[in-house]
């Protein structure tokens, strides 16, 4: 899906692939895009980079490291990459969108939830789903969690996780819920 909508959007050349995560859900199409955008170069953190060369077989010289809070200018937009460990796996961070003001945190702040509208129109649906998938998923890392989300207050303007509906005020909503309801209890 990702390729064919790169393809229908009539992308060309790509510079960069972000990968946060190593799992194969996030990861799994990087050979394949890489081979269709073969300057693209992948940027993670270390611990991801190993992963993906192990799991995935790509080649060192297709990637670029960075660290805890490093900055990499794109021109007019600057990405600052922020650790999130153990929100999930071990490699987990995620990317701020300075002048847009925008975290995407990876899978902190998920939803099990697929839907047709970009945008949630039924909060209560968005809070339950998000509820399932913390109590499901990311409760065992409830402590690292809770350290954690003190780097997403970053994000100023809104949060985009890598699935459930997006929000435009998530961080309020979302890391007060799972810091009062979930991690506290």
Known sequence: ????????????????VIAHHGEQDHSGSLPDILSLYP?????TNPKCKGMLMDLLGIEDNKFITVENG????LGDKTLQFIYLPWVHWPETMGTYLQEDKILFPCDFFGAHLAASRLFVDDEATVYEA???????????????????????KIAKKQLRSYFGYLTADADEKFSNLINKKVIEK
């Open 130 to 152: 998000a509820k399932r998938y913390y109590a499901e998923i990311m409760m065992p890392f409830r402590n690292n969690i809770k350290k954690h989300l003190e780097r997403t």
């Open 70 to 73: 490093q900055i990499l200018s």
């Open 39 to 43: 300057d693209a170069k992948v940027v």
């Open 1 to 16: 899906l990702l390729i064919d909508n790169l393809s229908k959007a009539g992308v060309n050349k790509l510079d960069y």
